[in-house]
């Protein structure tokens, strides 16, 4: 399994935008990548994903509403979520996770990252 690390959190203003990056410590050819995020006395929330191949399949939850896009480099082991149009129900600890050879959903992922806060408000 990887380990993760996210970076790229904080606090930003309605309309905003944030880069959030994970790098791996290992190879993540064989991962689906994913973002999830969590708010307090809440389940993680599937935020996007990422099939394993550098051209592959991109999913979105539907309250992303086009304002987020989700890329990996495999060459680098990193995996970033660039969010526009940041919104106040954004905020949330957002977490990067790998599943081997998935599609992200949640009972299978095999690594988390520690989790990056972000905090959209006025």
């Known amino acids: 399994q990887v380990q993760l690390v996210e970076s790229g959190g904080g606090l930003v203003q309605p309309g905003g935008s944030l880069r959030l990056s994970c790098v791996a410590d290992?190879?993540?050819?064989?991962?689906?990548m994913g973002w999830f995020r969590q708010v307090p006395g809440k389940e993680h929330e599937g935020v996007a994903c990422?099939?394993?191949?550098?051209?592959?399949?991109?999913y979105y939850y539907p309250f992303v509403k086009g304002r987020f896009t989700i890329s990996r480099d495999n060459h680098k082991n990193t995996v970033s979520l660039q969010m526009n149009s940041l919104e106040p129900d954004d905020t949330a600890v957002y977490y990067c996770?790998?599943?081997?050879?998935?599609?992200?959903?949640?009972?299978?992922?095999?690594?988390w990252g520690q989790g990056t806060q972000v905090t959209v408000s006025s």
């Open positions: 290992g190879s993540i050819e064989r991962y689906a």
């Open positions: 990422i099939t394993a191949s550098d051209v592959g399949g991109e």
């Open positions: 996770a790998a599943d081997v050879e998935g599609d992200c959903t949640p009972d299978d992922i095999d690594s």
